[in-house]
């Protein structure tokens, strides 16, 4: 399965300027992998380089995609980073450049989804995280 640019907003609260995920490549109940191409445009480049604040959006917007996909005929929830633990970024992709995340469940329970990340460039693991994300009942409103 794959999405296309327009219906990612189907499964984003997140709008534009704000999206940091272009498509969901794979999603099933414990992984989902994204793409994201990175315009010079963008809120979170930096002397033409995507920041460490720009990788953690786009691993919390890959879990948020999961979410609104796995819950197709559901309103969009908005979730609430917990914590981030063992952030570690290893290069930072360039303006034009296009990223793959992968996300990987670890457990789920009730409304805490703790997982793992991992964000490449062109192979490159870029960065790499384990996260807790609480789900709210909190419908996204455009």
Same mark, same amino acid.
């Not at 963008?42 to 990788?55: I, P, W, Y």
């Given at each position: @399965?794959?999405?296309?640019?327009?219906?990612?907003? !189907?499964?984003?609260?997140?709008? =534009?300027?704000? &999206?940091?995920?272009?498509?969901?490549?794979? /999603?099933?109940?414990?992984? +989902?992998?994204?793409?994201?191409? *990175?315009?010079? #445009?963008?809120?979170? /480049?930096?002397?033409?380089?995507? +920041?460490?604040? $720009?990788?953690?959006?786009?691993?919390?917007? +890959?879990?948020?995609?999961?979410? $609104?996909?796995?819950? !197709? =005929?559901?309103?969009? +929830?908005? $979730?609430?980073? $917990?914590?981030? #633990?063992?952030? !570690? &970024?290893?290069?930072?992709?360039?303006?034009?450049?296009?990223?793959?995340?992968?996300?990987?469940?670890?457990?789920?329970?009730?409304?805490? &989804?703790?997982?793992?990340? !991992? &964000?490449?460039?062109? #192979?490159?693991?870029?960065?790499? /995280?384990? @996260?807790?994300?609480?789900?709210? #009942? *909190?419908?996204?409103?455009?």
């Amino acid at each position: @399965m794959e999405t296309t640019t327009k219906s990612i907003l !189907e499964y984003l609260p997140q709008r =534009h300027p704000f &999206v940091m995920v272009d498509k969901i490549l794979s /999603c099933d109940e414990q992984q +989902t992998q994204t793409v994201f191409f *990175i315009s010079k #445009d963008n809120l979170f /480049c930096r002397k033409d380089c995507f +920041t460490e604040m $720009g990788l953690l959006e786009n691993i919390a917007q +890959t879990c948020a995609a999961r979410l $609104g996909y796995l819950n !197709e =005929h559901k309103p969009v +929830t908005i $979730g609430m980073i $917990g914590s981030v #633990d063992n952030f !570690e &970024v290893y290069a930072l992709p360039s303006a034009c450049d296009t990223i793959l995340t992968t996300m990987l469940v670890k457990a789920e329970v009730s409304n805490v &989804v703790l997982l793992v990340a !991992e &964000v490449f460039c062109q #192979d490159v693991l870029m960065a790499s /995280c384990s @996260m807790k994300v609480f789900l709210t #009942d *909190i419908v996204s409103i455009e």
